[in-house]
């Protein structure tokens, strides 16, 4: 059962352009809300993150928005660049099977920003 | 570099075999994660093993199993494998047991495994 549900599946910006990737979840019990960056060949890594009591947060180019009440969050990367072009995660903690909080992520969005 | 280990990074291997996948977490992290991650299904949690313990599980099967050992590295075992167990499997570690306190989770690399 997919809790977090990612989209678009794949993204084509220009150089210079906004890429706008959008999750949403169902668990109100989600308790932090992080996006993680992969690169072909490697781990993701932690981009940016943001706690459900902030509805904005901003790091360089790259700015989550959070809305609770639609339980929705967005990862918008500003003029976008070709070193940008990535897969994104989103991700949501909260508590499954066993004692401690775990990291469920959403499917992915594959970016490319054409030069 | 995230400073977490996974060997082998790649294998190749035939259905119904059995292998072992290592991590060697970050320095100082007592937590270890493993997480499936396939073209349709992006990543999905397994297991979590916190200072020898496990801790949680996710969508692990059966044929799976994990186990981390006192100096905190961690071992996957997949057997009897079938061509749908093909992916990427990584490890993560983090200080805490909560998927850290900040949430970061630290990945290796991967180990992609290619069941023929």
């Known amino acids: 059962q997919q809790q977090v549900k990612q989209s678009p599946q794949s993204l084509i910006v220009q150089k210079g352009g906004i890429s706008i990737i959008n999750c949403a979840y169902e668990n109100t019990a989600f308790d932090y809300f992080p996006w993680y960056q992969q690169f072909p060949g490697k781990g993701p890594a932690l981009l940016i993150a943001i706690r459900p009591d902030v509805s904005e947060k901003k790091e360089g180019r790259f700015t989550i928005s959070f809305n609770k009440s639609a339980k929705q969050f967005s990862l918008h990367i500003m003029d976008s660049q070709p070193g940008d072009s990535a897969t994104y995660f989103c991700a949501a903690r909260g508590y499954s099977s066993g004692s401690a909080r775990q990291l469920t992520f959403g499917s992915g969005t594959q970016l490319t920003v054409l030069p | 570099d995230s400073g977490v ?105 991967g180990s992609r495994l290619t069941v023929l």
Do not use: M
């Not at chain 2, 997480?35 to 299904?41: I, K, P």
């Not at chain 2, 692990?60 to 996957?76: K, N, V, Y």
């Open chain 2, 5 to 109: 280990t996974q060997t082998p990074k790649h294998l190749i291997t035939a259905t119904g075999q059995r292998v072992t996948l290592r991590c060697s977490p970050r320095s100082g992290d007592l937590s270890v994660y493993w997480y499936q991650q396939s073209l349709d299904q992006g990543l999905q949690f397994l297991i979590q093993y916190y200072n020898g313990e496990e801790r949680a599980k996710g969508n692990i099967l059966e044929r799976f199993s994990a186990q981390q050992f006192p100096d905190l590295h961690s071992e996957l075992n997949l057997s009897s494998l079938e061509l749908g167990d093909s992916a990427l499997y990584f490890c993560a570690s983090s200080v805490g047991g909560a998927a850290g306190n900040t949430g970061e989770l630290f990945f290796g690399e």
